[in-house]
Nanobody
Framework: QVQLVESGGGLVQPGGSLRLSCAAS????????IGWFRQAPGKEREAISC????????YYRDSVKGRFTISRDKTTSTVYLQMNSLKPEDTAVYYC????????????????????WGQGTQVTVSS
């Protein structure tokens, strides 16, 4: 069984921080690409950040550069998204996904590249 489980979402005030986790089971994340996406109600899904376990490269959407950091723990097959200086426009459901054949992040913004998706975790930034 292959499963991705997101956690760490919640309600936070503007300027606050959250750390999202994506735990993988039933599959190794070695030599794969893991992506974080988000989707607000009535809006299209957008790629936030990606990381390659193969070459170590990362990608960040312009709107989160300097605020979000993606990382991975190879031992626990977990990928993290540290989110700082959160803004109301960051409010969305956040999803992680894995491309088991991925090697680099050059095409990680395309959701069609991913094999498995988590169920999502809600992030709400509000006063």
């Amino acid at each position: 069984q292959v499963q991705l489980v997101e956690s760490g979402g919640g309600l936070v005030q503007p300027g606050g921080s959250l750390r999202l986790s994506c735990a993988a089971s039933g599959v190794t994340l070695d030599y794969s690409v893991i992506g974080w996406f988000r989707q607000a109600p009535g809006k299209e899904r957008e790629a936030i950040s990606c990381i390659s376990s193969t070459d170590g490269t990362t990608y960040y959407r312009d709107s989160v550069k300097g605020r979000f950091t993606i990382s991975r723990d190879k031992t626990t097959s977990t990928v993290y998204l540290q989110m700082n200086s959160l803004k109301p426009e960051d409010t969305a459901v956040y999803y992680c996904a894995t491309d088991l054949n991925g090697r680099s992040t050059w095409r990680c913004r395309n959701p069609k590249e991913y094999d498995y998706w988590g169920q999502g975790t809600q992030v709400t930034v509000s006063s």
